[in-house]
């Protein structure tokens, strides 16, 4: 994302299923399935250690997301979750390419990451069968669940649309983007 190639790719799928590691590429995949009203179910997973100590450092949290955007429903940035502030926040003030020349190489904490993220996946996979099939009509509504890798426990949290959210009101169901 957003090399044009994913970006056709994209605009043809049923629903949307995404695994990455940065805000931004969060916001663009929900940008186009928004245009599209194509369903988006973002995972994400944060490995938390304590700070101003000597490595190897304890982790304090292991805390993961399921969200299900559905077009019509609340989204991201109806949760909060997606903020300009925090978009700014992770580029750093560098332009859009900050992620292309960003340095790869992960901290060797982070080979704890992959049953966890296991686990979300499975999740989300449960979530296409809800959205597509409907097994479960009680838990329709259900969009955001928050998971906790220490107890294994995931967790239902409301969240609400917002009149004022920015993605709902002026993006969904939009589109190609045009330029006038
Ligand atoms: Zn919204």
Known sequence: MPEQQALEALKGADLIVGCVNNLAARADLLEIA???CIPYIDIGLTL?????VPDPAPIVAVAGHVFANVPGGPCFWCA???TKKR???????ADRS????????APARDALVSPFNGVLANQAACDVLQIVLGYAP?????????YDGFSGTMTDWEVTSRGDCPHCSSVVANGDPVWA
């Open 98 to 105: 900050y992620l292309r020349n960003r340095r790869v190489g």
């Open 80 to 82: 909060g979750y997606l």
């Open 87 to 93: 978009l700014e926040s992770e580029a750093g003030g």
């Open 138 to 146: 009680s838990r329709a509504a259900v969009v955001y669940k928050m």
């Open 34 to 36: 928004g245009r599209y």
């Open 48 to 52: 938390r250690t304590a700070d101003d």
